[in-house]
């Protein structure tokens, strides 16, 4: 799954949860492990990494023009699980996260089609401006 879909549906989580900021944030990283078990092609780390840095700047951007600070915390959350996986970090976080994830026979390259589109309909939900009550 690539860092861009985490990092969108934790935000979109972030901000149409309709609970408490912490518990959507908890939520945003529990997505991390749900979305990480569904079966899906994975990208090169340095393609991932060009469309993470892309999504990244649009999301604060996106917290910039609506003053939430909290939306680029949230889609960093979203990522955070792949952040400590990473070698010498913690090799037990690495154990539960090859635990959740995914594993089985090899996935078509058509399968990120999908995912954009997940991705894509996140990013349109949060870029949908709030509607103005009272004024
Ligand atoms: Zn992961």
Do not use: W
């Amino acid at each position: 799954m690539t860092g861009l879909t985490h990092m969108a549906v934790a935000s979109v989580i972030y901000r149409r949860g309709g609970l408490p900021a912490p518990v959507l944030l908890a939520a945003g990283f529990g997505s991390h492990f749900f979305l990480d078990r569904i079966p899906h092609y994975e990208l090169g780390l340095g393609v991932n990494l060009a469309l993470g840095l892309a999504g990244g700047l649009l999301l604060l951007r996106l917290a910039v023009r609506d003053r939430d600070l909290l939306l680029p915390v949230a889609a960093v959350i979203g990522l955070l699980p792949d952040i400590l996986m990473q070698p010498g970090i913690s090799s037990g976080f690495k154990a539960f996260h090859d635990f959740c994830h995914f594993k089985g026979s090899p996935v078509s390259p058509l399968m990120l089609v999908t995912e954009f589109a997940v991705t894509a309909a996140c990013l349109l939900v949060l870029f949908q401006r709030k509607e103005r009550r009272g004024g």
